[in-house]
């Protein structure tokens, strides 16, 4: 394998599964196997998409590719660079501090109105994380005060 143009693109995550994906898959189809190092390092890079909390690891994946150009074009007029619209694909924040995080000087750039209107397309667009059921802290905490003899 020889590199034509170092660092010529920035991918996303859900690019770079996609891709690892079908390798995969054709290698499968071709019977045949990668060398050893990719074949784990694919194992390896796909069961980290997988792993939660991240978007990937939904089942199936709430988002694909093709959601990317649509996603350029509803946060256009907001003026996401291009670094902050990758780490809001890679992320997917659910919440204003997460996407403090992603945006730089976000309180200067953005009203409240905008912040939760950037999460909205986030959301419509990217799926939102499934909500997690609540345990029973309550229970826990009404039995910790009792003493059992």
């Not at 690019?15 to 694919?42: C, I, W």
């Not at 003026?79 to 000087?105: C, F, H, S, Y």
């Not at 990217?126 to 229970?139: I, K």
């Amino acid at each position: 394998m020889k590199i034509l143009e170092a660092q010529s693109a920035v991918l996303t995550n859900v690019e770079v599964h996609t891709f690892l994906s079908n390798q995969a898959k054709e290698y499968q189809d071709q019977k045949r196997k990668g060398p050893a190092n990719l074949e784990m390092l694919r194992k390896d890079v796909l069961q980290y998409f997988q792993t939660p909390p991240g978007p990937l690891s939904q089942k199936p994946p709430p988002y694909d590719t093709s959601v990317i150009p649509v996603l350029i074009r509803r946060l256009r007029p907001y003026q996401i660079t291009k670094g902050e619209l990758i780490m809001l694909l890679n992320i997917r924040p659910a919440n204003i501090p997460v996407l403090n995080t992603v945006i730089e000087d976000m309180e200067d750039r953005f009203n409240n109105d905008q912040q939760e209107e950037i999460l909205g397309i986030i959301a419509e667009l990217l799926g939102q994380f499934p909500e997690e059921p609540e345990q029973d802290n309550q229970a826990e905490e009404d039995n910790e005060g009792d003493v059992v003899m």
